[in-house]
Nanobody
């Protein structure tokens, strides 16, 4: 079982930037794809971005494409989400997630994740 701990959330003005981190432990991090989701009050959870185990394949939701970047550092067992040009509509709790399947070639899709962190709040003020 993998444990995931997010950090880096906070309050930022519109147009600003934040970098979220997710530290993983409990299994071989480098063998699994990772992803970020978010959930705003009253809304369904949204798959924001994901990255394959190799880092060679990524996925971004249309709502964040060109503004967010997902990356991973296997030496540090950490996945990051760099968020630039933030908008008030980006306000949500952001969750890190790990793929169920080892060594999946593609970036995992929304239904492929089996482990979740506790989340970190991101609030963007207008």
């Amino acid at each position: 079982q993998v444990q995931l701990v997010e950090s880096g959330g906070g309050l930022v003005q519109a147009g600003g930037s934040l970098r979220l981190s997710c530290a993983a432990s409990g299994r071989t991090f480098s063998n699994y794809g990772m992803g970020w989701f978010r959930q705003a009050p009253g809304k369904e959870r949204e798959h924001v971005a994901s990255i394959s185990w190799s880092g060679g394949n990524t996925y971004y939701a249309d709502s964040v494409k060109g503004r967010f970047t997902i990356s991973r550092d296997s030496l540090k067992n950490t996945v990051y989400l760099q968020m630039n040009s933030l908008k008030p509509e980006d306000t949500a709790v952001y969750y890190c997630a790990a793929d169920r399947l080892r060594l999946r070639i593609s970036a995992p899709g929304a239904a492929d994740f089996g482990s979740w962190g506790q989340g970190t709040q991101v609030t963007v003020s207008s």
